[in-house]
């Protein structure tokens, strides 16, 4: 079965700051990967999603993540937050033959002037 | 280009009330469907999800239920609301393309239970 930890459920950046927002996963073959990230009182935005090929993923926003199979992490990073990146964020996987990814958690981002 | 649209935004209803939450999608055909909970703090519980007019698969059993009558319509039911259904209802759709697609959620439906 496949599962997905973000182990950091808030996070507090200053503005201006880098951001690096953790995921591992677990699953037996190459998976579907993908980040979301939910305002308050919203529903879910897909950022980017990792199917295949290159491991280092362009997403909206300005933000990026990196499939490292070694490591079984999909981290999703920043070079600079905005006050407005403040917002749950959420990982989540997919393969197989099922329709239904996992997702995790969630990571809170607190942004500070 | 593909929208879902979810209503209403907010609904507060007594214990024992009936309930019935709508999406619908646009822009595309026979998508799958889904939803999900969202308590207060906590991640994404899957409901219902359908790949299908008709087809629904619960994940978690309740007294709620989904219903799908048409392609690009579904609903979310209760015949009596319980405290505990209190939360955030998110509907989605995925492209019916095959496992790993991408999920679409809607703006969401805030159920407070009084």
């Known amino acids: 079965a496949q599962s997905v930890t973000q182990p950091d459920i808030h996070i507090t950046v200053s503005e201006g700051a880098s951001l690096e927002l953790r995921c591992n996963y677990s699953y037996g073959a190459t998976p579907y990967l993908f980040w979301y990230v939910q305002s308050p009182g919203q529903g879910l935005q897909l950022l980017l999603k990792y199917f295949s090929g290159d491991t280092l993923v362009q997403g909206i926003k300005g933000f990026e993540a990196e499939f490292k199979r070694s490591q079984s992490s999909f981290n999703l990073r920043k070079p600079s937050v905005h006050w407005s990146d403040a917002a749950e964020y959420f990982c989540?996987?997919?393969?197989?033959?099922?329709?239904?990814?996992?997702f995790g958690r969630g990571t809170s981002l607190i942004v500070h002037p | 280009s593909q929208t879902i649209h979810q209503w209403p935004a907010t609904l507060v209803q007594p214990v024992g009330s009936p309930l019935s939450l709508e999406c619908t999608v646009e822009g595309t055909s026979n998508p799958n469907l889904y939803w999900y909970r969202q308590a207060a703090g906590r991640g994404l519980q899957l409901l219902f999800y359908?790949?299908?007019?008709?087809?629904i698969s619960s994940e978690v059993p309740q007294n709620l239920s989904a219903s799908r009558p048409q392609d690009r319509q579904f609903i979310l039911s209760s015949k009596k609301l319980l405290l505990s259904d209190s939360g955030f209802y998110l509907c989605a759709w995925s492209p019916p393309l095959g496992p790993g697609q991408p999920q679409h959620f809607g703006d969401g439906t805030r159920l407070s239970i009084l």
């Open positions: 989540a996987v997919g393969g197989g033959g099922s329709y239904i990814p996992t």
């Open positions: 359908s790949v299908g007019i008709g087809q």
